[in-house]
Protein backbone atom coordinates (compact mmCIF):
# COMPACT_ATOMS: atom_id res chain seq x y z
CA UNK A 1 0.00 0.00 0.00
CA UNK A 2 1.93 3.17 -0.56
CA UNK A 3 2.41 5.54 1.94
CA UNK A 4 0.41 8.39 2.91
CA UNK A 5 2.37 10.90 4.91
CA UNK A 6 1.52 14.77 5.89
CA UNK A 7 3.67 17.23 4.54
CA UNK A 8 3.55 20.89 6.06
CA UNK A 9 6.87 23.09 5.14
CA UNK A 10 7.60 26.51 5.98
CA UNK A 11 6.36 29.34 3.36
CA UNK A 12 4.80 26.55 1.61
CA UNK A 13 1.62 25.07 1.62
CA UNK A 14 0.15 21.70 2.81
CA UNK A 15 0.38 18.99 0.70
CA UNK A 16 0.74 14.93 1.15
CA UNK A 17 3.14 12.66 -0.36
CA UNK A 18 1.49 9.29 -2.51
CA UNK A 19 3.82 6.84 -3.74
CA UNK A 20 6.57 9.75 -4.23
CA UNK A 21 4.33 12.49 -5.73
CA UNK A 22 3.81 15.14 -3.64
CA UNK A 23 0.32 16.68 -3.91
CA UNK A 24 -1.08 19.77 -2.51
CA UNK A 25 -3.62 19.68 0.33
CA UNK A 26 -6.36 21.29 -1.52
CA UNK A 27 -6.40 18.59 -4.28
CA UNK A 28 -7.52 16.08 -1.71
CA UNK A 29 -9.65 17.92 -0.36
CA UNK A 30 -11.23 18.73 -3.66
CA UNK A 31 -11.48 15.21 -4.87
CA UNK A 32 -12.88 13.98 -1.43
CA UNK A 33 -15.57 16.62 -2.14
CA UNK A 34 -16.51 15.92 -5.34
CA UNK A 35 -16.11 11.62 -4.57
CA UNK A 36 -18.71 12.12 -1.51
CA UNK A 37 -21.32 14.64 -4.09
CA UNK A 38 -21.12 12.03 -6.72
CA UNK A 39 -21.28 8.86 -4.75
CA UNK A 40 -23.27 10.26 -2.41
CA UNK A 41 -25.83 11.08 -5.17
CA UNK A 42 -25.78 7.57 -7.02
CA UNK A 43 -25.60 5.54 -3.60
CA UNK A 44 -29.43 7.40 -3.09
CA UNK A 45 -30.42 7.69 -6.75
CA UNK A 46 -28.66 4.58 -8.52
CA UNK A 47 -30.02 4.64 -12.35
CA UNK A 48 -31.63 7.68 -12.21
CA UNK A 49 -28.44 10.06 -10.74
CA UNK A 50 -26.24 8.01 -13.28
CA UNK A 51 -28.46 9.15 -16.19
CA UNK A 52 -28.53 12.85 -15.04
CA UNK A 53 -25.23 12.95 -14.54
CA UNK A 54 -24.75 11.66 -18.40
CA UNK A 55 -27.29 14.10 -19.21
CA UNK A 56 -25.78 16.85 -17.90
CA UNK A 57 -21.94 16.33 -18.70
CA UNK A 58 -23.65 15.52 -22.43
CA UNK A 59 -25.15 19.84 -22.22
CA UNK A 60 -21.85 20.92 -21.46
CA UNK A 61 -20.28 18.50 -23.73
CA UNK A 62 -22.33 20.05 -26.90
CA UNK A 63 -21.36 23.54 -25.80
CA UNK A 64 -17.54 22.30 -25.36
CA UNK A 65 -17.96 21.37 -29.06
CA UNK A 66 -19.38 23.96 -30.16
CA UNK A 67 -17.73 26.69 -28.74
CA UNK A 68 -14.55 24.52 -30.12
CA UNK A 69 -13.67 27.46 -32.73
CA UNK A 70 -13.80 30.38 -30.57
CA UNK A 71 -13.77 29.65 -26.89
CA UNK A 72 -10.42 30.13 -24.76
CA UNK A 73 -10.97 29.14 -21.39
CA UNK A 74 -9.47 25.58 -20.49
CA UNK A 75 -11.40 22.26 -19.82
CA UNK A 76 -10.05 21.88 -16.90
CA UNK A 77 -11.62 25.36 -15.66
CA UNK A 78 -14.80 24.10 -16.73
CA UNK A 79 -14.92 20.60 -15.15
CA UNK A 80 -13.58 23.35 -11.64
CA UNK A 81 -16.98 25.57 -12.46
CA UNK A 82 -19.23 22.32 -12.48
CA UNK A 83 -17.73 20.97 -9.37
CA UNK A 84 -18.21 24.16 -8.16
CA UNK A 85 -21.92 24.83 -8.76
CA UNK A 86 -22.48 21.47 -7.22
CA UNK A 87 -20.87 23.23 -3.89
CA UNK A 88 -23.55 26.31 -4.49
CA UNK A 89 -26.35 23.81 -4.44
CA UNK A 90 -25.08 22.35 -0.36
CA UNK A 91 -25.04 26.61 0.16
CA UNK A 92 -28.56 26.95 -1.00
CA UNK A 93 -29.63 23.99 1.26
CA UNK A 94 -28.14 25.73 3.97
CA UNK A 95 -29.87 29.12 2.90
CA UNK A 96 -32.65 27.12 2.52
CA UNK A 97 -33.00 25.61 5.62
CA UNK A 98 -32.34 29.01 7.38
CA UNK A 99 -35.14 30.28 5.40
CA UNK A 100 -37.63 27.11 6.65
CA UNK A 101 -37.13 28.39 10.33
CA UNK A 102 -38.93 31.46 9.57
CA UNK A 103 -41.22 30.48 7.22
CA UNK A 104 -41.94 27.04 7.63
CA UNK A 105 -45.17 26.75 5.06
CA UNK A 106 -43.90 24.74 1.71
CA UNK A 107 -46.30 26.53 -0.32
CA UNK A 108 -45.69 30.41 0.75
CA UNK A 109 -45.84 32.21 -1.84
CA UNK A 110 -42.45 34.05 -0.37
CA UNK A 111 -40.79 31.14 -0.97
CA UNK A 112 -41.52 30.32 -4.92
CA UNK A 113 -39.65 33.94 -5.66
CA UNK A 114 -37.25 33.63 -2.60
CA UNK A 115 -36.07 30.33 -3.74
CA UNK A 116 -35.27 30.89 -7.90
CA UNK A 117 -33.32 34.59 -7.07
CA UNK A 118 -31.35 32.83 -4.69
CA UNK A 119 -30.26 29.92 -6.80
CA UNK A 120 -29.85 31.64 -9.75
CA UNK A 121 -27.75 33.71 -8.11
CA UNK A 122 -25.55 31.61 -6.44
CA UNK A 123 -25.21 29.09 -9.72
CA UNK A 124 -23.91 32.40 -11.62
CA UNK A 125 -21.70 33.69 -8.49
CA UNK A 126 -18.60 30.91 -9.89
CA UNK A 127 -18.55 32.65 -13.08
CA UNK A 128 -18.47 35.71 -11.34
CA UNK A 129 -15.94 35.32 -9.02
CA UNK A 130 -13.95 33.70 -11.81
CA UNK A 131 -13.80 36.99 -13.66
CA UNK A 132 -13.83 39.32 -11.11
CA UNK A 133 -10.06 37.54 -9.47
CA UNK A 134 -8.80 37.85 -13.22
CA UNK A 135 -6.43 40.45 -14.14
CA UNK A 136 -7.55 42.84 -16.31
CA UNK A 137 -5.82 42.02 -19.35
CA UNK A 138 -7.26 38.16 -18.64
CA UNK A 139 -10.40 39.53 -18.73
CA UNK A 140 -9.65 41.75 -21.87
CA UNK A 141 -8.83 38.25 -23.57
CA UNK A 142 -11.76 36.40 -23.25
CA UNK A 143 -15.02 35.68 -25.66
CA UNK A 144 -18.64 35.88 -24.55
CA UNK A 145 -18.52 31.85 -25.40
CA UNK A 146 -16.09 31.36 -22.57
CA UNK A 147 -18.51 33.33 -20.10
CA UNK A 148 -21.75 31.12 -22.00
CA UNK A 149 -19.68 27.74 -21.46
CA UNK A 150 -18.65 28.38 -17.71
CA UNK A 151 -22.20 29.50 -16.79
CA UNK A 152 -23.56 25.95 -18.49
CA UNK A 153 -21.31 24.40 -16.53
CA UNK A 154 -21.69 25.76 -13.29
CA UNK A 155 -25.32 25.25 -13.88
CA UNK A 156 -25.01 22.07 -14.97
CA UNK A 157 -23.48 20.94 -11.56
CA UNK A 158 -25.79 23.17 -9.30
CA UNK A 159 -28.81 21.03 -10.56
CA UNK A 160 -27.34 17.46 -10.99
CA UNK A 161 -28.91 16.29 -7.58
CA UNK A 162 -32.21 18.24 -7.21
CA UNK A 163 -32.65 16.40 -10.84
CA UNK A 164 -31.46 13.38 -9.97
CA UNK A 165 -33.84 13.17 -6.92
CA UNK A 166 -36.73 14.57 -9.01
CA UNK A 167 -36.51 11.83 -11.61
CA UNK A 168 -35.97 9.24 -8.92
CA UNK A 169 -39.53 9.87 -7.03
CA UNK A 170 -41.22 10.94 -10.32
CA UNK A 171 -39.94 8.77 -13.43
CA UNK A 172 -38.26 9.66 -16.84
CA UNK A 173 -40.05 12.75 -18.23
CA UNK A 174 -39.95 14.26 -21.96
CA UNK A 175 -37.17 16.36 -23.33
CA UNK A 176 -36.55 18.48 -25.97
CA UNK A 177 -34.15 16.56 -28.58
CA UNK A 178 -30.25 17.75 -27.91
CA UNK A 179 -31.46 19.35 -24.72
CA UNK A 180 -31.94 16.34 -22.92
CA UNK A 181 -32.04 18.50 -19.45
CA UNK A 182 -35.59 19.88 -20.05
CA UNK A 183 -38.79 18.60 -19.21
CA UNK A 184 -41.94 19.34 -21.32
CA UNK A 185 -45.43 18.86 -18.78
CA UNK A 186 -47.87 19.20 -20.94
CA UNK A 187 -47.91 22.46 -22.87
CA UNK A 188 -45.60 23.57 -20.05
CA UNK A 189 -41.28 23.64 -20.41
CA UNK A 190 -38.59 23.86 -17.88
CA UNK A 191 -35.13 24.32 -19.61
CA UNK A 192 -33.25 23.42 -16.43
CA UNK A 193 -30.74 24.97 -14.05
CA UNK A 194 -27.69 24.31 -16.58
CA UNK A 195 -29.62 26.13 -19.15
CA UNK A 196 -30.53 29.20 -17.09
CA UNK A 197 -27.10 29.65 -16.23
CA UNK A 198 -25.72 29.47 -19.90
CA UNK A 199 -28.43 32.14 -20.79
CA UNK A 200 -27.35 34.41 -18.08
CA UNK A 201 -23.74 33.96 -18.77
CA UNK A 202 -24.20 34.42 -22.42
CA UNK A 203 -25.81 37.67 -21.70
CA UNK A 204 -23.23 38.74 -19.00
CA UNK A 205 -20.38 37.44 -21.76
CA UNK A 206 -21.88 39.43 -23.88
CA UNK A 207 -21.81 42.80 -21.91
CA UNK A 208 -18.20 42.58 -21.59
CA UNK A 209 -17.43 42.45 -25.02
CA UNK A 210 -19.31 44.50 -26.28
CA UNK A 211 -19.24 47.56 -24.01
CA UNK A 212 -22.05 49.39 -24.67
CA UNK A 213 -22.79 52.41 -23.14
CA UNK A 214 -24.60 53.09 -19.43
CA UNK A 215 -26.89 51.83 -18.48
CA UNK A 216 -27.38 49.46 -21.58
CA UNK A 217 -24.17 47.44 -20.35
CA UNK A 218 -25.87 46.73 -17.02
CA UNK A 219 -29.01 46.20 -18.59
CA UNK A 220 -27.55 43.66 -21.31
CA UNK A 221 -25.05 42.08 -18.43
CA UNK A 222 -27.85 41.08 -16.42
CA UNK A 223 -30.70 40.69 -18.45
CA UNK A 224 -30.22 36.71 -18.95
CA UNK A 225 -29.94 36.56 -15.04
CA UNK A 226 -33.30 38.68 -14.78
CA UNK A 227 -35.01 36.66 -16.93
CA UNK A 228 -33.83 33.49 -15.69
CA UNK A 229 -34.99 34.04 -12.29
CA UNK A 230 -38.30 35.48 -13.94
CA UNK A 231 -38.99 31.70 -15.63
CA UNK A 232 -37.66 29.73 -12.00
CA UNK A 233 -40.15 31.77 -10.74
CA UNK A 234 -42.74 30.64 -13.07
CA UNK A 235 -41.71 26.85 -12.96
CA UNK A 236 -42.13 26.74 -9.13
CA UNK A 237 -45.00 29.55 -8.69
CA UNK A 238 -47.29 27.03 -11.17
CA UNK A 239 -46.63 23.89 -9.04
CA UNK A 240 -50.09 23.11 -7.48
CA UNK A 241 -51.48 25.99 -8.29
CA UNK A 242 -54.30 27.44 -10.77
CA UNK A 243 -56.17 30.89 -11.15
CA UNK A 244 -55.15 34.43 -12.93
CA UNK A 245 -52.00 34.92 -11.61
CA UNK A 246 -50.42 30.97 -13.38
CA UNK A 247 -51.85 32.28 -16.29
CA UNK A 248 -49.96 35.39 -16.05
CA UNK A 249 -46.62 33.60 -15.91
CA UNK A 250 -47.68 31.17 -17.97
CA UNK A 251 -48.01 34.70 -20.75
CA UNK A 252 -44.96 36.17 -19.85
CA UNK A 253 -42.73 33.15 -19.91
CA UNK A 254 -44.13 31.57 -23.00
CA UNK A 255 -45.11 28.51 -20.71
CA UNK A 256 -41.21 28.46 -20.10
CA UNK A 257 -40.43 28.05 -23.66
CA UNK A 258 -39.33 31.48 -24.60
CA UNK A 259 -36.55 30.46 -22.36
CA UNK A 260 -35.21 27.88 -24.48
CA UNK A 261 -35.56 30.57 -27.78
CA UNK A 262 -33.89 33.06 -25.76
CA UNK A 263 -31.24 30.90 -25.00
CA UNK A 264 -30.39 29.48 -28.76
CA UNK A 265 -30.74 33.24 -30.04
CA UNK A 266 -27.67 34.13 -26.86
CA UNK A 267 -25.58 31.40 -28.19
CA UNK A 268 -25.93 31.91 -31.74
CA UNK A 269 -25.20 35.54 -31.07
CA UNK A 270 -22.29 34.97 -28.27
CA UNK A 271 -20.31 32.59 -30.68
CA UNK A 272 -21.38 34.74 -33.98
CA UNK A 273 -19.95 37.69 -32.17
CA UNK A 274 -16.36 35.87 -31.20
CA UNK A 275 -16.11 34.35 -34.88
CA UNK A 276 -16.68 37.58 -36.20
CA UNK A 277 -13.93 39.37 -33.48
CA UNK A 278 -11.76 36.44 -35.03
CA UNK A 279 -12.13 37.38 -38.44
CA UNK A 280 -11.78 40.87 -38.31
CA UNK A 281 -8.62 40.32 -36.93
CA UNK A 282 -7.55 37.96 -39.66
CA UNK A 283 -8.52 40.58 -42.15
CA UNK A 284 -6.58 42.70 -40.79
CA UNK A 285 -3.31 40.55 -39.75
CA UNK A 286 -3.09 37.99 -42.53
CA UNK A 287 0.40 37.02 -41.33
CA UNK A 288 -1.75 35.29 -38.28
CA UNK A 289 -3.14 32.65 -40.48
CA UNK A 290 -2.74 29.31 -41.22
CA UNK A 291 -1.94 28.36 -44.94
CA UNK A 292 1.64 29.00 -44.76
CA UNK A 293 1.98 26.80 -41.40
CA UNK A 294 4.92 28.15 -40.09
CA UNK A 295 3.64 27.78 -36.68
CA UNK A 296 4.36 23.79 -37.17
CA UNK A 297 7.21 23.47 -39.40
CA UNK A 298 9.88 23.74 -36.04
CA UNK A 299 7.72 21.29 -33.85
CA UNK A 300 8.37 17.16 -34.21
CA UNK A 301 4.69 15.13 -34.41
CA UNK A 302 4.33 14.89 -30.79
CA UNK A 303 4.23 18.75 -30.17
CA UNK A 304 2.66 20.09 -33.51
CA UNK A 305 -1.09 19.33 -32.03
CA UNK A 306 0.36 21.19 -28.40
CA UNK A 307 1.21 23.83 -30.66
CA UNK A 308 -1.06 24.81 -33.10
CA UNK A 309 -4.17 24.85 -29.96
CA UNK A 310 -1.61 26.95 -27.62
CA UNK A 311 -1.55 29.59 -31.22
CA UNK A 312 -4.91 29.44 -31.80
CA UNK A 313 -5.91 30.33 -27.94
CA UNK A 314 -3.99 33.20 -28.24
CA UNK A 315 -4.91 34.17 -31.52
CA UNK A 316 -8.75 34.25 -30.23
CA UNK A 317 -7.59 36.63 -26.95
CA UNK A 318 -5.82 39.09 -29.86
CA UNK A 319 -9.42 38.89 -31.39
CA UNK A 320 -11.33 39.62 -28.59
CA UNK A 321 -8.72 41.91 -27.30
CA UNK A 322 -8.70 43.93 -30.64
CA UNK A 323 -12.63 44.08 -30.46
CA UNK A 324 -12.65 45.54 -27.33
CA UNK A 325 -10.39 48.35 -28.06
CA UNK A 326 -11.87 49.54 -31.00
CA UNK A 327 -14.74 50.20 -28.54
CA UNK A 328 -12.79 51.30 -25.50
CA UNK A 329 -11.35 55.12 -24.98
CA UNK A 330 -9.24 56.94 -22.95
CA UNK A 331 -6.72 55.44 -21.11
CA UNK A 332 -8.49 51.73 -21.39
CA UNK A 333 -8.10 52.07 -25.46
CA UNK A 334 -4.32 52.55 -24.78
CA UNK A 335 -3.95 49.82 -22.28
CA UNK A 336 -5.51 47.66 -24.73
CA UNK A 337 -2.95 48.95 -27.58
CA UNK A 338 -0.39 47.96 -25.45
CA UNK A 339 -1.20 44.53 -24.64
CA UNK A 340 -2.61 43.29 -27.77
CA UNK A 341 1.12 44.56 -29.18
CA UNK A 342 2.73 42.20 -26.94
CA UNK A 343 0.78 39.52 -27.31
CA UNK A 344 0.72 40.37 -31.40
CA UNK A 345 4.70 39.91 -31.15
CA UNK A 346 4.03 36.78 -28.94
CA UNK A 347 2.37 35.31 -31.86
CA UNK A 348 4.33 36.55 -34.66
CA UNK A 349 7.82 34.79 -32.57
CA UNK A 350 5.54 31.09 -32.49
CA UNK A 351 6.44 30.97 -36.28
CA UNK A 352 10.16 31.59 -36.27
CA UNK A 353 11.20 29.63 -32.84
CA UNK A 354 11.68 26.60 -32.79
CA UNK A 355 9.29 24.18 -29.97
CA UNK A 356 10.00 24.49 -26.55
CA UNK A 357 8.81 24.98 -23.20
CA UNK A 358 9.17 28.90 -23.17
CA UNK A 359 7.48 29.53 -26.52
CA UNK A 360 4.45 27.08 -25.67
CA UNK A 361 3.87 29.08 -22.76
CA UNK A 362 0.26 30.01 -22.86
CA UNK A 363 0.02 33.79 -21.01
CA UNK A 364 -3.66 33.91 -21.51
CA UNK A 365 -5.15 31.21 -20.94
CA UNK A 366 -7.94 30.93 -17.78
CA UNK A 367 -7.36 28.19 -15.88
Not at 319 to 332: D, H, N, Q, S, V
Request: charged share 15%; with cysteine; glycine share 10%.
Amino acid sequence: MPEISAVCRPGSTVSSAIAGHRIPFRVFLFWAGVSFWLGNMTLHTGSYGIAELRASLSFVAELVVITSATRTVTLDRVASLYCLGGAMMGLMWLVGSAFTFFVPDPNAVSRQFFVPFMEESLKLAPVVFHLWRQPRSGLWTMGASDVMLMGAASGGGFGLVEEAYFHLHVGPTRAVEWFQLTRINGPTLTVGHSTWTALAGATLGLALLWRPRQPLNYLLAGSGLLWSIIDHSHHNYGIDRTGISVELFNFVTGYGWLSLYFFIVAGITAVGTDFYALRAMLRSRPELKLQNRKILAFCGPGDRFKRLWAFLIERRALAYMLFRGERAIGLTREKLAHQAAFLERHLLKRATVPCSPQTDTISTTHG
